[in-house]
């Protein structure tokens, strides 16, 4: 199925108030001549939440994710859909635009005996490497998916062991009691000695890419009251990385980060 999966918890979205200051900080999803001025056909945007000539509403009504930026500082953003190549326009906008997409990776990482290249099950959240100017420089929020799932050199080798154990120590262990991975520079790290593998989709697959937008000031009503947050939770129902959680909602409650 060719659908974005998890587009499916906007269901869970209640529609936000606009009574707070810094509603000009959330999200919307862009009109199609803004798309269009900026290398994207919107027709050819796979699970669009919104569709026609004047995309953009009064109030958002996306999910809101949590996300790692390469730093391994926290981010929210939300989905709007994804695309394969056929979506660049055939002029330099669209050549562009493709520029920007493929060097803005957004690492997804699926749980082990799922889907390697899925969306629907995920071991922690994902990360945005948003350096090169992400908010002056991509505007339509273009990201390349890739998928990174640890080989069996990291989980049964005593180096392996020994760098998962010294990642865990810093940034706990995910759905599959693997080490959380944090940050691009410790990507680079693992990718370099083998530790795991990075996939992306074909050119002619809509999950190839995808347009996330990041909450560039979340603060003073940049996530609204009513908001809801998508993440990823253990078994027992608690929030695997409670940090996301403890801030959104300190945020949503009274526009200030959690201490």
Partial sequence: MKKLVFLAVIALLGVPSLTKAGVQDR???????????????PAAIDGRRQVGPLAVTDTPNFPTLPNYD???????????G???????????????????????IEYVFPRRGTDPVGLGALRQSVMLDMRNGYFSNNKLALWLHVWVSYTTKALTTS???????????????????????ASVSEIDNL?????????SRPLNDVLRYSICPVIKDPRDGGIARDQFLAYTRKPDGTALEPEFLENFLSLQSTGREAN
């Fill in 27 to 41: 999200l919307y999803d862009f009109t199609d001549a803004y798309y269009q001025q900026n290398g994207i056909n």
């Fill in 70 to 80: 390469h730093s391994g500082n926290a981010w929210y953003f939300t989905v709007l």
């Fill in 82 to 104: 994804g695309f394969s190549t056929s979506a660049f326009t055939p002029d330099a906008a669209g050549q562009r635009a493709r520029q920007i997409a493929e060097s803005s």
């Fill in 159 to 181: 180096d392996g062991q020994r760098m998962m154990n010294d990642m865990a120590n810093r940034n706990g262990r995910d759905l599959d009691g693997t080490a959380i991975i």
């Fill in 191 to 199: 990718f370099s000695k083998g530790y795991i593998t990075k996939t």
